[in-house]
């Protein structure tokens, strides 16, 4: 698993009209992420492998 860090920018494989979000906090499995078009989530790591987007 690759380790995700604050300040980050991800997409959501299964949810591409989410847009871009940005990781806020990283602990353990739980990732919070605030995407463009859904706000802030809270993401299961361990269930999710979130794309990280290079700029």
Request: glycine share 10%; net charge negative; aromatic share 4%.
């Given at each position: 698993?690759?380790?995700?860090?604050?300040?980050?920018?991800?997409?959501?494989?299964g949810?591409?009209?989410?847009?871009?979000?940005?990781?806020?906090s990283?602990?353990?499995?739980?990732?919070?992420?605030?995407?463009?078009?859904?706000?802030?989530?809270?993401?299961?790591?361990?269930?999710v492998?979130?794309d990280?987007?290079?700029?």
């Amino acid at each position: 698993m690759n380790q995700l860090q604050p300040g980050q920018r991800v997409r959501h494989p299964g949810q591409p009209e989410w847009g871009v979000g940005q990781v806020q906090s990283v602990v353990g499995d739980r990732v919070t992420v605030n995407f463009e078009h859904a706000g802030k989530l809270l993401i299961n790591a361990a269930v999710v492998t979130l794309d990280v987007v290079d700029d």
